[in-house]
């Protein structure tokens, strides 16, 4: 079921500075969003708690699929990954009728491995690192190994993952992933690079990519990579409302070095105050699907539910939706 928000997101007002538009940056404004989850229309949502989604394409990977798209979501707290499909990346979503596709971990992150012929998923069971699972058809998934690991950065966690295809000339790989570690000497929620040459044995950066700048309340929370008219964007989450606020981007270099504090940092969606998103968004993505940028992000607080808005480019540069 899809239920409309009179929320225009591109246009919202920051809850730090009230009545004060946001500045303008390369991103586009996104049009009014929509509820694409609700966990009160699931039979399979414990805890009335759906977060940190992600998209895949079945087409030509999935024999027989339920729909071109399959949308996967958890609870925050480590029970299980569930599924829902759709012919849009837009939705209406329908629940898988034998939900949950796996038990034990949260914030799934899913990418079609080409080189490999499967489907990879990253999620964890323990905030101390991420872990791989492996599937043919979207729906079974094998343990694979363990990903990044927190004790070979020293930080207290190492979570929320995100991985793309995208080459780094200097570490001649093939594959980069996004995650959150907590520094606990400095008090900060970092965002920290790895990278890998067939997405299975990955080197994990000891500098963090990103760190939070003033007003951001010291975190950095699920960040998300964005390649945009040949540039490269980093998306992620302030600390502005409970565990999530606004979506903040940051744009790279094409070698991805670090910048730290550093960089000039854009709001691209601060969600208002009013239900249903209650000043929270918190594990978003951007996809580029058929010249169409999508957004997908869980938001609220109690329930925590999955909305969608999107953005149609004036003149899409990047082909590559997936």
């Not at 229309?41 to 399959?70: S, W």
């Not at 994990?204 to 998300?224: F, N, S, V, W």
Request: some cysteine; glycine content about 6%; overall charge positive.
């Amino acid at each position: 079921m899809m239920r409309f928000l009179p929320v225009c997101l591109g246009l919202a007002l920051s809850p730090l500075s009230p009545g004060t538009p946001l500045e303008a940056g390369p991103l586009p404004a996104f049009q009014p969003a929509q509820i694409a989850l609700h966990p009160e229309d699931l039979k399979y949502a414990p805890n009335n708690d759906l977060v940190h989604p992600t998209i895949i394409r079945t087409e030509g990977r999935v024999q027989n699929p339920l729909g071109k798209y399959y949308l996967y979501y958890a609870p925050h707290k480590h029970v299980a990954i569930s599924m829902a499909y759709a012919d849009s990346p837009a939705g209406p979503w329908t629940e898988y009728e034998n939900n949950p596709v796996i038990e034990g971990p949260s914030a799934p992150d899913i990418r079609w491995i080409a080189e490999h012929r499967r489907f990879f998923m990253w999620g964890h069971r323990k905030n101390s690192q991420t872990e791989a699972w492996t599937s043919q058809d979207g729906i079974r998934f094998k343990y694979h190994s363990v990903s990044v690991s927190a004790k070979n950065i020293g930080t207290r966690n190492a979570s929320y993952s995100r991985v793309y295809a995208y080459p780094l000339a200097k570490h001649r790989s093939r594959y980069i992933m996004l995650y959150s570690g907590f520094i606990e000497a400095r008090g900060i929620r970092c965002i920290w690079l790895a990278h890998s040459k067939d997405a299975i044995k990955w080197t994990q950066e000891k500098t963090p990519l990103i760190e939070p700048i003033a007003g951001e309340m010291k975190d950095c929370y699920g960040p998300a990579f964005l390649r945009w008219q040949g540039k490269n964007y980093i998306t992620y989450q302030d600390h502005t409302a409970w565990r999530g606020g606004n979506l903040k981007y940051v744009e790279l270099d094409q070698a991805l070095s670090p910048v730290g504090p550093g960089g000039k940092r854009w709001t691209l969606i601060a969600p208002p105050a009013a239900p249903p998103l209650h000043n929270r968004l918190r594990g978003s993505e951007l996809h580029l699907i058929h010249g169409q940028l999508h957004l997908i992000s869980s938001a609220s607080q109690n329930p925590r539910l999955l909305v969608h808005a999107q953005a149609k480019p004036a003149h899409p540069k990047n082909p590559k939706t997936d």
